[in-house]
């Protein structure tokens, strides 16, 4: 009896010591793998205030506009020595929504030293088919669709409003792989422009005078549905109701939209200029228009107004008077609903030998003292860029759009 109980005692003793084993593993397993998911989410934590930091930095960078905030929800866009303030809301004068290459790098794109778009453009823009271009884009505008349409290399670009052509010599010379399609009621150009440009590629497709189609009515999708991975632009000088052609192109699958003549409120030369440019929705603080300004905003993944080359101030010496209509920037301007130009040749001495050189190769005087160089270098209509939002899955198919991959 007494053998059995102590082998009882002893199998009890060598249980209670593998429980304390497997107890003391346990706990120290347990203090291990604390540590490591301790430490691992330090390390996150440590990660993620560096990105922070560092996306701050690139933000602030002197020849970028500075990116901040003034709640939790709205954020504005701000440039040294420029009184202009962008918020990323509607209802407001100067607005913009994401980030694009407008916000970030522009005058770093353009000035690159190795590559400088802005010389190459000043070289094609010295050779352009009409050198005064009345009723068409000059210098500022030119520059803006040159710059996107290079920035974006799209495999297709729609131009609605065409007049002399000269918008698709600068849309040809940006990208000479592109498909253009270009469309105008017109059958020559207006204004006294004499013939109009035509490209001579066989990549250019003109609707015009007796086959004109209107944007609202162009199927753009058999233009590139056989493109594997189809980037669209549609650049729009034509006069209407920009707005209302959203949802259309939408429909069609177009991703980049440039909107040429984007007058402020009050100001247009016809009645579709003075109530359908973004820039009026976004600024509307009443009425009915203000739903479409919000409508259009959250239906853009973004928008940005392309800078001017030069501020108004340089016009100091020119006589020309303010035009109703707007379009042109005068010495006056105040400057709290444009961007700050490209270059600053009124505070930088290096931008001023930029500028004077552009004004050599060109033939026009700095001071703008004439009216032809006046026209050249302030007309400006706050023109646009605009990516617009991309339908997918069943809607999408619902509708036969061809969408890029995420």
Request: positive net charge; hydrophobic residues 35%.
């Amino acid at each position: 009896m007494q053998k059995l109980l102590r082998q009882k005692k002893k199998r009890g003793n060598k249980k209670t010591a593998i429980c304390l084993c497997f107890f003391t593993l346990s706990y120290s397993f347990a203090i291990f793998f604390s540590g490591y998911y301790t430490s691992k989410i330090l390390c996150q934590e440590e990660s993620v205030k560096k990105a922070v930091e560092k996306k701050q930095n690139t933000v602030t960078v002197q020849d970028r506009p500075a990116l901040s905030s003034i709640s939790s929800n709205v954020r504005t866009l701000s440039w040294p020595n420029w009184p202009a303030v962008a918020k990323e809301a509607p209802q407001n004068p100067f607005v913009f929504k994401g980030d694009n290459f407008i916000h970030k790098d522009v005058r770093k794109i353009l000035l690159e030293p190795r590559e400088h778009w802005l010389k190459e453009f000043i070289k094609i823009y010295k050779n352009r088919p009409d050198p005064v271009n009345m009723c068409g884009i000059r210098i500022n505008h030119a520059l803006a669709l040159y710059t996107t349409v290079r920035k974006i290399q799209p495999s297709l670009v729609v131009e609605s409003g065409i007049n002399a052509g000269v918008s698709t010599y600068f849309i040809r010379k940006a990208w000479p792989y592109t498909k253009i399609i270009s469309t105008d009621p017109e059958p020559k150009p207006i204004c006294e422009q004499g013939e109009r440009w035509i490209d001579k590629s066989n990549l250019t497709t003109y609707y015009t005078g007796d086959n004109f189609i209107d944007l609202s009515q162009l199927d753009i999708r058999k233009h590139y549905r056989e493109q594997k991975n189809p980037k669209i632009l549609v650049f729009i000088d034509d006069h209407q109701h920009l707005v209302k052609r959203i949802p259309r192109l939408v429909q069609q699958g177009v991703k980049y939209v440039i909107v040429e003549d984007n007058y402020r409120q009050g100001e247009g030369s016809t009645t579709n200029d003075r109530i359908g440019t973004p820039k009026q929705m976004f600024s509307h603080t009443r009425g009915a228009f203000v739903k479409d300004g919000h409508w259009l905003f959250q239906n853009v993944d973004s928008y940005a107004e392309f800078p001017p080359l030069i501020p108004p101030i340089m016009a100091k010496a020119s006589n020309e008077p303010r035009k109703a209509d707007g379009g042109f920037m005068v010495a006056s301007d105040k400057n709290t609903d444009i961007p700050a130009p490209i270059l600053r040749p009124d505070l930088d001495p290096e931008d001023m030998k930029i500028y004077e050189e552009i004004c050599n190769i060109l033939g026009l005087d700095k001071t703008m003292l004439d009216r032809d160089s006046y026209l050249q270098f302030m007309n400006y209509n706050q023109i646009a860029f605009m990516e617009l939002i991309t339908l997918r899955g069943p809607i999408a198919r619902e509708l036969d759009i061809v969408t890029p991959p995420q």
